[in-house]
């Protein structure tokens, strides 16, 4: 590359080029360009982006698309078939079934990312510590997420409702608390093996301390898979939470939620199926989205394939 | 000077006592039942502006050194068990740990083998120069960035201004070890160590490391502990060399008269297996035998299962670091062999 050397005696007339700030623009392809070219590539990574995309606008649009007060009984027009003045029926109480699938779509998005949240934080933190310190603090640790994980999800949850009582907020701690220990072991496995690399010998050799080599040259490192790992737990998360709702131990049962929806349509089933195979949909597909949304930033972001 | 009776912890401020100076230093590691013991008494020193080459072959313990004057050695399960390393006439060995910090970096700064794998892959080679900057003076982003292009342009890579947000994979590996150099010159530290800094190069573009190396090094005056196994690539950069075997110095001399006339075998042996333009057609000499396993080293001299001269002495007693004389019977400076028979050796 040529480099432009003027006199310091003469003003020469400086090109665009060479003032500094306006750089030369050469054609590179930048590090998230390729990975974002990457994720497009691949159709199903698309299709879960998709998803997610219209899951997200219905919830935060909900009031506008919903064509129901979704709480709204109307008790001259129960168990409404599909179709008519209620696209998708009716409820035993007359509710209107579309808005209240609409409004459903808050509660998943909601605790469905707040739950994988609260598990990321404590993961991340914990599986760090245990991965970078080693010796009793990763026993400790380790033995504490043997515990958590023999407990079944959803047995684990209603035991921490059960204490905090229902709502939003305890499915979203007891979603969280049960689900750090996965995020807690992958991530400490990927830091024994960042922990060994030669770049951090290197860092270590030009004077760099430990939280700096933790936060800048562990973590980045090995934080990638726990994260696409994350988002498609994120979907494990609604079904988590739809479930608890169906078992009764959830949000409440007035509330518009996509597994009280499916509860309230039990006793309906063979006569009323559309009351419980919507929901289900919603269910399905949501969960679907995140995973492959998931597995499209694992491909995309692997640095294998590179 | 001859390094080897030189007394740094007395001397005296007058900048007589060298830059460093490893005094019998031991490590070893121990792996449950198992010790291995890398390093075995190793004594060397290096001036400001001098390049000392640490030769020797995978395990004979160069690199362990290294590491143990940097106070990078991973511990457990390595650990110093005797000796000191003074630097700058102070026992660094007796700092606490962030003490220790605060040199690595801004007074000795190490350049690895593999550029690649040197260069955390996540992070922009701008980034990670600028760190240096921000790290251990507190530079701004924008300070620091600038400061890591004029470091750039100082290691010759070409456009630093566009390529300075590039990543290390996209990069050659030249350029890399270019980078990996700027970063240990970053803070203008008084010694340098490179570990095979050109081994994973191309010869011609290893070349141009060792010059651009040895020039900096020149500039700014540093102390050069060149780590490497290869003999060519110390011939011209080099002031004096340490030969090391089995975690032992069994060599030292002024680069030309090693290569001139050896006074260990395991020397003569290196010497002899470098592949000779003139000598076309006949078979290359290897040194027969396998490097000695470092939990079970052999009694005695640690060569003598691979040694041609090897007696009863050399399989009982080890011989110690002495220094080697002329015929005239006055000391060589700088020449010391650990070899019972070094004047056999010398004049044979």
Request: charged letters at 20%.
């Amino acid at each position: 590359m040529t480099e432009l050397v003027t006199g310091t005696g003469e003003p020469a007339p400086a090109p665009a080029a060479t003032q500094p700030g306006a750089e030369p623009s050469v054609a590179r392809v930048s590090q998230w360009a390729d990975i974002r070219h990457r994720f497009f590539a691949n159709k199903l990574a698309v299709v879960g982006l998709a998803i997610i995309v219209v899951l997200v606008l219905t919830a935060l649009l909900a009031p506008v698309l919903a064509p129901y007060d979704p709480l709204k009984q109307d008790l001259t027009a129960t168990l409404q078939a599909p179709g008519g003045k209620h696209l998708l029926g009716t409820d035993a109480l007359g509710r209107d079934q579309l808005s209240r699938l609409i409004y459903g779509s808050r509660i998943a998005v909601v605790v469905g990312l707040a739950s994988i949240l609260v598990a990321l934080t404590i993961g991340i933190v914990l599986g760090a510590l245990a991965g970078y310190f080693g010796r009793w603090v990763d026993t400790v640790i380790m033995r504490a997420a043997d515990i958590f994980f023999a407990f079944p999800l959803l047995i684990g949850s209603i035991v921490i409702i059960l204490l905090m009582g229902r709502g939003v907020l305890p499915v979203v701690l007891s979603l969280g608390i049960f689900q750090w220990a996965t995020f807690a072991r992958l991530l400490r496995s990927q830091i024994l093996s960042v922990r060994e690399m030669d770049f951090v010998h290197a860092a270590r050799a030009l004077g760099a301390g430990r939280s700096r080599i933790i936060r800048k040259h562990i973590l980045p490192n090995s934080v990638t898979s726990v994260l696409v790992y994350g988002t498609s737990n994120v979907g494990i998360a609604i079904v988590a939470e739809a479930s608890l709702s169906y078992l009764g131990v959830g949000v409440d049962p007035e509330v518009a939620e996509w597994g009280n929806m499916i509860s309230a349509g039990r006793g309906f089933m063979g006569v009323k199926d559309f009351m419980w195979t919507y929901p289900s949909l919603a269910i399905v597909i949501t969960a679907l989205g995140f995973i492959l949304l998931g597995n499209g930033l694992r491909d995309a972001l692997d640095p294998k394939l590179r | 000077m001859t390094s080897l009776e030189t007394a740094p912890a007395n001397a005296g401020p007058d900048g007589t006592a060298p830059l460093l100076e490893v005094r019998d230093l031991h490590v070893e590691f121990k792996v449950r039942d198992s010790v291995t013991k890398a390093v075995n008494g190793v004594n060397y020193s290096v001036n400001a502006g001098e390049t000392l080459a640490v030769l020797g072959e995978s395990g004979s313990g160069k690199s362990v050194t290294a590491q143990a004057i940097m106070g990078i050695l991973d511990s457990p399960p390595g650990r110093i068990t005797k000796g000191q390393i003074f630097f700058q006439g102070q026992d660094i060995l007796s700092l606490p740990e962030n003490e220790r910090r605060k040199l690595r970096g801004a007074r000795m700064a190490m350049i690895f083998q593999d550029a690649l794998s040197s260069l955390n892959p996540v992070l922009s080679v701008g980034f990670q120069l600028g760190e240096m900057f921000r790290a251990h003076q507190g530079l701004t982003r924008k300070e620091a960035k600038a400061k890591a292009i004029e470091l750039m342009d100082r290691v010759r890579i070409p456009a630093a201004r566009q390529r300075v947000n590039d990543y290390p994979h996209q990069f050659s590996g030249g350029m890399r070890q270019r980078i990996m150099i700027a970063m240990a010159l970053a803070l203008e530290p008084d010694l340098i160590i490179a570990d095979e800094p050109t081994t994973a190069l191309d010869v011609t573009v290893q070349a141009q490391v060792m010059d651009l190396l040895a020039e900096l090094q020149r500039e700014y005056n540093m102390g050069l502990i060149l780590i490497t196994h290869d003999l060519g690539v110390v011939a011209d950069v080099a002031d004096k060399i340490a030969v090391m075997y089995a975690g032992r110095i069994v060599e030292t001399a002024p680069v030309h008269e090693l290569y001139k006339r050896p006074a260990h075998p395991y020397t003569r042996g290196l010497l002899d297996s470098i592949p000779r333009l003139d000598q076309k057609g006949q078979e290359l000499y290897a040194i027969k035998g396998l490097p000695p396993n470092l939990q079970q080293i052999p009694p005695g001299c640690a060569f003598n299962p691979r040694c041609a001269q090897a007696r009863d002495i050399c399989r009982t007693d080890v011989p110690a670091l002495v220094p080697v004389t002329g015929e005239d019977g006055t000391e060589l400076p700088g020449r010391a062999s650990a070899c019972h028979f070094w004047k056999e050796t010398l004049r044979g």
